[in-house]
């Protein structure tokens, strides 16, 4: 006699209908994923083996990137799928294009397997802690192999002192960055008068920018542009009052700038007026 009701509607895999089964999609630079959970978005620019695990690390559409571990969860146009590693011919792939375009984070290419090189005479002067934690994120990597280091100047006020202190000679020369350089400014008129003391063997460049904060371009910090900030206000501290952020002490200024830095990644993530600049300090202090 047949079952007018058939079978046992809570047999089986109930929580499964009507739920698209996961297909396995094997790992590839350049494909668009979302990873479910957190809904990041992003373009897959590296597949790894990082700490006993397949990784794949996804660019968003503001350049930050975040690596996931492969297996499922993933969406690809929409559609589940578990991301296997790459095979054989995929990791050779990968390697290759790893070698290639192995940058470091200033965009030059990076030197394998070198160590740090014995500090040279020549030095690159800033003018205080964030200026150097920056410029070590981004030309750490070039200024170890060239043995170049960077050095603190706590403010440019007496820069033509620190020149004379420092002694500069053609075998030991001596770069220096300045903030907020731009004519008609205090900094203009120092730079000015330091010039006269060793024209030869000391160049001195700055950046139009009032804090090197504002050389982090505005979009990795969700906004169009810097704000304008009165007078009347510390500088840093207008600037976390803008985004929201606690700014009453000095560690408050420490912890923003914290937050900041993090969103720098590469060369890519400041702006040119910066970068030329630096980039111009490494090839004086370095050339024969």
Same mark, same amino acid.
């Given at each position: ?118 500090? #040279? ?28 280091? #960077? ?138």
């Amino acid at each position: 006699m047949a079952d007018r009701y058939g079978d046992d509607v809570l047999s089986g895999d109930w929580r499964a209908a009507g739920r698209r089964r996961a297909r396995e999609v094997e790992a590839q630079t350049g494909m668009v994923l979302e990873d479910v959970e957190t809904g990041w978005v992003g373009a897959a620019i590296a597949i790894e083996k990082s700490g006993g695990m397949h990784v794949v690390h996804l660019e968003d559409r503001r350049g930050k990137v975040k690596a996931f571990r492969l297996g499922p969860g993933f969406l690809v146009d929409g559609e589940p799928v578990t991301l296997t590693p790459p095979k054989a011919a995929g990791r050779a792939a990968l390697a290759q294009a790893r070698q290639a375009s192995s940058r470091t984070a200033s965009g030059s290419v990076a030197v394998q397997g070198a160590a740090a090189r014995v500090a #040279v005479g020549s030095r690159i002067f800033v003018e205080g802690r964030h200026d150097a934690e920056l410029v070590e994120k981004v030309w750490g990597h070039d200024l170890r192999v060239e043995g170049v280091v #960077v050095e603190m100047l706590d403010g440019v006020d007496d820069l033509a002192g620190a020149i004379r202190d420092f002694a500069p000679t053609p075998d030991r020369r001596m770069g220096v960055l300045v903030d907020h350089l731009v004519p008609g400014s205090k900094e203009s008129r120092i730079v000015a008068e330091a010039a006269r003391v060793d024209p030869s063997n000391v160049l001195v460049v700055g950046h139009p920018f009032v804090d090197v904060w504002q050389s982090v371009r505005p979009e990795r910090l969700g906004m169009e542009q810097w704000p304008q900030v009165p007078r009347s206000v510390e500088w840093k501290r207008g600037i976390c009052a803008h985004l929201g952020w606690p700014h009453e002490d000095q560690a408050d200024i420490a912890r923003a700038w914290q937050r900041i830095l993090a969103q720098v990644s590469s060369y890519t993530d400041l702006e040119p007026a910066l970068l030329g600049r630096v980039e111009e300090l490494i090839d004086f202090v370095t050339a024969p």
